[in-house]
C-alpha cells in the first residue's frame, strides 16, 4: 500500500485545515470496491478501525444529507452531519462535511463544527484491467493529522481485505 500526504491549503478547506492524500491498489473491479465502500453493512466492517461501531445514515445520492455516526467511549452517539456533493459510481464520491452528532444531536455551529464545516472528503477509484487503484483526499484539522495518518492506512487495509475475499 502506498500512503502519501500533502501539506497543502485549497480553496474551501476550513481555517488551519490541511489535505491529506491516502492511495492504496486493490484487487478488484472499481464496481466492486465502490459497491463495498458504500454498502451498509461493509461500510461498517473497514471503517470500524475508526470506531467498533462505526455507520452511517442517510444516502449516498448526489445532494442527499449523511451521517457518519458511532457510539463514543462514554457511550453517546456523535459523528458527523454531511452531504453527498458528488457520487459518479465506480469513479468518484465526495463528501461535504457540514456539521456534527453530539450526543445524538445535530451540532451546525461552534468552535468544533469550524474545525470541520466545508471540510470534504474525496474517493477516486482508477481501474485498469479489474485492478484498481483509490485515492482518497480530505481536509483535516491539524489535531486530527497524527490519528488520521495512523488510522486511514489501517482501514484502506481493511477495505482491501474485503474487496479481495
Excluded at 41 to 51: G, L, R
Excluded at 93 to 99: P, R
Excluded at 124 to 146: I, M, P, Q, R, S
Amino acid at each position: 500500500m502506498k500512503t502519501t500526504e500533502k501539506e497543502t491549503i485549497k480553496a474551501g478547506t476550513p481555517a488551519k485545515a490541511e489535505v491529506m492524500h491516502f492511495e492504496i491498489d486493490i484487487d478488484a473491479s472499481a464496481g466492486k470496491v465502490y459497491q463495498t465502500m458504500l454498502d451498509k453493512k461493509k461500510y461498517s466492517e473497514w471503517t470500524a478501525v475508526f470506531n467498533a461501531t462505526s455507520h452511517f445514515e442517510g444516502s449516498w445520492k448526489k445532494g442527499a444529507k449523511i451521517l457518519f455516526l458511532g457510539t463514543d467511549t462514554d457511550g453517546t452517539m456523535g459523528g458527523m452531519v454531511s452531504r453527498i456533493k458528488e457520487n459518479i459510481p465506480n469513479r468518484f464520491v465526495s463528501i461535504e462535511h457540514l456539521g456534527m452528532v453530539q450526543a445524538g444531536k445535530e451540532i451546525m455551529s461552534g468552535d468544533k463544527v469550524d474545525q470541520w464545516a466545508g471540510a470534504h472528503e474525496n474517493y477516486t477509484f482508477t481501474e485498469n484491467n479489474g485492478h484498481t487503484h483509490l485515492k482518497v483526499d480530505l481536509d483535516v484539522a491539524e489535531e486530527w493529522k497524527v490519528y488520521f495518518t495512523q488510522m486511514w492506512p489501517a482501514a484502506l487495509n481493511k477495505l482491501k481485505t474485503i474487496c479481495e475475499e
